[in-house]
């Protein structure tokens, strides 16, 4: 994941299957998890950043990718996530 501020006051994000993926099948199926994933912690991202993704092959679950994208999102401090009961 990459990150840098931006001046819009919003979040953008790019989303970019590795060179590495098998097929266009496997690169839009990625591509569409991680849109999925995004849009349901937007709401708790910092906005004013643009922040890009890039995924590898593999053979991931919607729950492992979420999990993924929010370990990162929290590592570079983007994002707030309420706790989970």
Same mark, same amino acid.
């Given at each position: 994941m990459w990150h840098k501020r931006n001046d819009l006051?919003?979040?953008?994000v790019l989303l970019s299957p590795s060179r590495k993926c098998r097929n266009a099948v496997e690169r839009n199926h990625?591509?569409?998890?991680g849109r999925e994933v995004f849009r349901? &912690? #937007?709401?708790?991202?910092k906005?004013?950043?643009?922040i890009a993704f890039v995924f590898f092959p593999g053979d991931y679950s919607?729950?492992?990718?979420?999990?993924?994208?929010s370990?990162? &999102? #929290?590592k570079a401090l983007?994002?707030?996530l309420p706790v989970l009961n």
């Open positions: 006051g919003l979040t953008r990625n591509k569409r998890q349901r &912690l #937007k709401e708790y991202v906005p004013g950043f643009d919607y729950q492992e990718r979420y999990q993924q994208i370990d990162l &999102l #929290k983007l994002c707030d």
